[in-house]
């Protein structure tokens, strides 16, 4: 079974904070770099963040020092505590493997959550 759920967004005012969770199956997580992708409107989905198995993160130059990946091993779960958030932050969020998941060639992609940003 392959699941990939995100959750967590909203909607929020500049300089507010949101935490997105995302829950995945042990195949996909378990030995996996986890990350945080988005796509904003009329833009291609980009990775933000990303953290390994042993907890090394990365952050995309526009979020570094505003959010922060985190996962928790024994749950499967990957999380993204968002601060000082941006209007330009507005986008749909997606986790995914690093790089991503392929189920019969194709990216496999959960549904997204939605986080928007009001100025």
């Known amino acids: 079974q392959v699941q990939l759920a995100e959750s967590g967004g909203g909607l929020v005012q500049a300089g507010g904070s949101l935490r997105l969770s995302c829950a995945a199956s042990?195949?996909?997580?378990?030995?996996?770099?986890m990350g945080w992708y988005r796509q904003a409107p009329g833009k291609q989905r980009e990775l933000v963040a990303s953290i390994t198995r042993s907890g090394s993160t990365n952050y995309a130059d526009s979020v570094k020092g505003r959010f922060t990946i985190s996962r928790d091993n024994a749950k499967n779960t990957v999380y993204l505590q968002m601060n000082s958030l941006k209007p330009e932050d507005t986008a749909v969020y997606y986790c995914?493997?690093?790089?991503?998941?392929?189920?019969?060639?194709?990216?496999?992609w959960g549904q997204g959550t939605q986080v928007t940003v009001s100025s």
């Open positions: 995914n493997t690093v790089p991503k998941y392929k189920v019969y060639g194709r990216d496999y």
């Open positions: 042990g195949n996909i997580f378990r030995f996996n770099t």
